[in-house]
């Protein structure tokens, strides 16, 4: 059974970085293309960004409004992917989620980590 | 990339049928057969329900479908169940990108 588990989450002042992990299991991490999505309080959901594995080039692909301020990474040895945010704007105050991703959908969910950017 | 159309809320009543739409344009929905739909329970994590238009995960209930015409996709719920009142999103592959409708929640009367 696939597990996500995100974590990292909290109140950060605009400026501030964060950054976000997502522990996974029951799949095997090196192969899986992996996404995250946001949703604003009361909102919907936006999709952030994706990583492909290493074994089909690792490149990474971001929504426009984070390009340049996030970057997604993943730690084979540790399962584990990543979401490095910069320059935060009250605008990323979001729930995180992270995915499994395939043929252009989200597969399973992690239940996500609250990101508070406000003064 | 702009989000994807959908109308606000839905209902039906228990037993009917209720469809909901997500209008995208020639370079998303249009453009491929890669549109999702996501169920979203209140303080919950979204949960697809519909991948590569019309394509049901295993453990989803054939009361849901999907389909495509043109830059438009449709969500069907048959059989209107109290469970599934919940907020429903459409997404679509939009070319190394994925975007979202606005969501739309479902009340079963």
């Known amino acids: 059974e696939v597990h996500l588990v995100e974590s990292g989450g909290g109140l950060v002042k605009p400026g501030g970085s964060l950054r976000l992990s997502c522990e996974t299991s029951g799949f095997t991490f090196n192969k899986a293309w992996m996404t995250w999505v946001r949703q604003a309080p009361g909102k919907g959901l936006e999709w952030v960004g994706r990583l492909r594995p290493k074994t089909e080039g690792g490149a990474t692909d971001y929504a426009a409004p984070v390009k340049g301020r996030f970057i997604i990474s993943g730690d084979d040895s540790k399962n584990t992917l990543y979401l490095q945010m910069n320059n935060l704007k009250t605008e990323d105050t979001a729930r995180y989620y992270c995915?499994?991703?395939?043929?252009?959908?989200?597969?399973?969910w992690g239940q996500g980590t609250l990101v508070t950017v406000s003064s | 990339q702009s989000a994807l159309t959908q109308p606000p809320s839905a209902s039906g009543s228990p037993g009917q049928s209720v469809t909901i739409s997500c209008t995208g344009t020639r370079n998303d929905i249009g453009g491929y057969n890669f549109v999702s739909w996501y169920q979203q329970h209140l303080g919950k994590a979204p949960k697809v329900m519909i991948y590569?238009?019309?394509k049901r995960p295993s453990g989803v209930p054939d009361r849901f479908s999907g389909s495509k015409s043109g830059n438009t996709a449709s969500l069907t719920v048959s059989g209107l169940q109290a469970e599934d009142e919940a907020d429903y999103y459409c997404?679509?592959?939009?070319?190394?990108?994925?975007?979202f409708g606005g969501g739309t929640k479902l009340t079963v009367l």
């Open positions: 590569e238009v019309s």
């Open positions: 995915t499994t991703y395939n043929s252009g959908y989200c597969i399973d």
């Open positions: 997404c679509s592959y939009a070319g190394n990108s994925l975007v």
